[in-house]
């Protein structure tokens, strides 16, 4: 016998935890199907290695599904100062300027995952399938069919949330697009000298963006290096005061020597975005599973929680109904995906503008920086879009 339910889940990362969740709150019910448990990560400094940004949208969906209340660790970041190898102007991004006392929260992934599969195993109408391996998909006109290796499942709606390498994606045969950024990620944890304040900095370098991220601990900062893959290996073999020393150089001594790094991991970047966010009337595909981003953005998980926001903004009638009906979806797919689009663009354009090394292009882009940066209104106006609360990003 088949199990049936409303909403099938597959993947329970932040993004798959959260849609379950929110779902199983307004009536339906859920099967989640997730390869294992999380369990807390912490490396030698005592902080997971995998850190999130999270912005004031993400945080208004995590409230309004009742676990924002139960998060510990949650690292405010105030302000926010970019700027340039070859620059002489840089741009600060302040809460204050919009009227809000910090720009986002920094979370360490590993605590945070643990307590949404904690609200998850205390949700009456969520079933958890640990372990389930999806074998095949067979999508109907009333009814999506999961052969698993643990039983089958049959529901009225599939929630692709498995992620970078989505086995919903492949075993539907979704058309991907990818952009190879040409780099590698190198990422760690670093204590530095001089506390960071709930600063969050973020340097173009010319062989590519460096961005630290304000922990909860004050000379504690999550790093993730963007760099072309060589230079990545070989920072990732230096010894540790060598590495320590490029660091410190390379953020330009703004929070003095780095004086420890936890393990460096390295990963290529890529970004992608899946052609339709709908493949078939009753498949939607959300969080890493349909698009990535590069993580200069910070945006990964706050995009996929959007998507989330807007799976449940549409299902907003008070009692269930069929979640997979014909025509439901359609706006979600566009609207998600010239969202994403959109960002990917924009984060392409941020790297080839700051990767130019011609004298004019340095100067323009001095220029440009100091004009921005001394110009309230449109700086802003930026720093909402950013957090998720200004119109385009309320629009899309
Ligand atoms: C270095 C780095 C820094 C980042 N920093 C930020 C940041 O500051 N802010 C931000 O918003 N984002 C950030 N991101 C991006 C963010 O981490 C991802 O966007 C986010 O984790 C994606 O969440 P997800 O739930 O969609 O996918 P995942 O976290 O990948 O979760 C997928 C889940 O599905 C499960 N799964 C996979 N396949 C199957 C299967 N076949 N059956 C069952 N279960 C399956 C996996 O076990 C996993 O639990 C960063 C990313 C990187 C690499």
């Known amino acids: 016998?088949?199990?049936?339910?409303?909403?099938?889940?597959?993947?329970?990362?932040?993004?798959?935890?959260?849609?379950?969740?929110?779902?199983?709150?307004?009536?339906?019910?859920?099967?989640?199907?997730?390869?294992?448990?999380?369990?807390?990560?912490?490396?030698?400094?005592?902080?997971?290695?995998?850190?999130?940004?999270?912005?004031?949208?993400?945080?208004?969906?995590?409230?309004?599904?009742?676990?924002?209340?139960?998060?510990?660790?949650?690292a405010p970041y105030r302000r926010m100062f970019v700027w340039e190898e070859r620059g002489t102007k840089g741009m600060d991004f302040r809460a204050a300027s919009v009227g809000r006392s910090e720009l986002g929260w920094i979370l360490e992934q590993s605590p945070l995952a643990m307590l949404f599969w904690q609200r998850l195993e205390?949700?009456?109408?969520?079933?958890?399938?640990?372990?389930?391996?999806?074998?095949?998909?067979?999508?109907?006109?009333r009814v999506v069919e999961l052969v698993t290796n643990d039983g089958d499942v049959e529901t009225k709606l599939l929630l692709g949330a498995d992620g970078a390498r989505s086995t919903v994606r492949e075993?539907?045969?979704?058309?991907?697009?990818?952009?190879?950024?040409?780099?590698?990620?190198?990422?760690?944890?670093?204590?530095?000298?001089?506390p960071h304040e709930n600063?969050?900095?973020?340097?173009?370098?010319?062989?590519?963006?460096?961005?630290l991220l304000p922990?909860?601990?004050?000379?504690?900062?999550?790093?993730?290096?963007?760099?072309?893959?060589?230079?990545?290996?070989?920072?990732?073999?230096?010894s540790e005061p060598q590495f320590c020393e490029e660091l410190a150089e390379s953020l330009d001594f703004r929070l003095g020597a780095v004086v420890a790094v936890d393990e460096r991991i390295v990963?290529?970047?890529?970004?992608?975005?899946?052609?339709?966010?709908?493949?078939?009337?009753?498949?939607?595909?959300?969080?890493?599973?349909?698009?990535?981003?590069?993580?200069?953005?910070?945006?990964g998980v706050n995009l996929g929680f959007e998507d989330v926001r807007d799976v449940l903004n549409q299902l907003h009638h008070p009692r269930p109904i069929d979640p997979g009906a014909?025509?439901?979806?359609?706006?979600?797919?566009?609207?998600?995906?010239?969202?994403?689009?959109?960002?990917?663009?924009?984060m392409t354009a941020f790297r080839r503008v700051y990767?130019?090394?011609?004298?004019?292009?340095?100067?323009?882009?001095?220029?440009?920086?100091?004009?921005?940066?001394?110009?309230i209104n449109i700086k802003a106006q930026l720093i909402k879009e950013a957090l998720g609360l200004g119109s385009v990003a309320q629009r899309l």
């Open 122 to 141: 205390e949700e009456p109408s969520v079933e958890l399938m640990l372990g389930a391996s999806l074998v095949s998909i067979r999508t109907g006109d």
């Open 1 to 74: 016998m088949a199990l049936t339910v409303d909403v099938a889940v597959v993947g329970a990362g932040l993004v798959g935890a959260v849609a379950a969740l929110g779902l199983a709150q307004k009536g339906y019910s859920v099967v989640v199907l997730e390869r294992r448990k999380p369990e807390i990560q912490r490396g030698k400094l005592g902080v997971d290695i995998r850190n999130v940004a999270l912005s004031p949208a993400s945080q208004t969906l995590l409230d309004r599904i009742g676990v924002w209340r139960s998060v510990t660790g949650a």
């Open 326 to 346: 014909e025509g439901l979806w359609r706006r979600f797919a566009r609207r998600r995906r010239a969202r994403s689009q959109m960002l990917i663009g924009l």
């Open 171 to 194: 075993l539907l045969g979704v058309h991907t697009e990818t952009v190879d950024t040409g780099h590698h990620a190198l990422a760690s944890v670093v204590r530095t000298e001089v």
């Open 215 to 238: 922990g909860a601990e004050p000379n504690l900062s999550s790093m993730v290096w963007s760099q072309p893959p060589e230079e990545a290996a070989r920072r990732r073999t230096l």
């Open 355 to 375: 990767a130019a090394s011609n004298p004019l292009m340095q100067w323009a882009r001095n220029t440009g920086v100091g004009w921005l940066d001394g110009t």
């Open 199 to 211: 600063v969050a900095y973020q340097r173009f370098l010319l062989s590519g963006p460096l961005a």
């Open 267 to 299: 990963f290529p970047l890529q970004q992608m975005l899946v052609r339709s966010f709908n493949p078939h009337p009753r498949v939607l595909l959300i969080g890493d599973a349909a698009r990535i981003l590069h993580p200069l953005a910070g945006l």
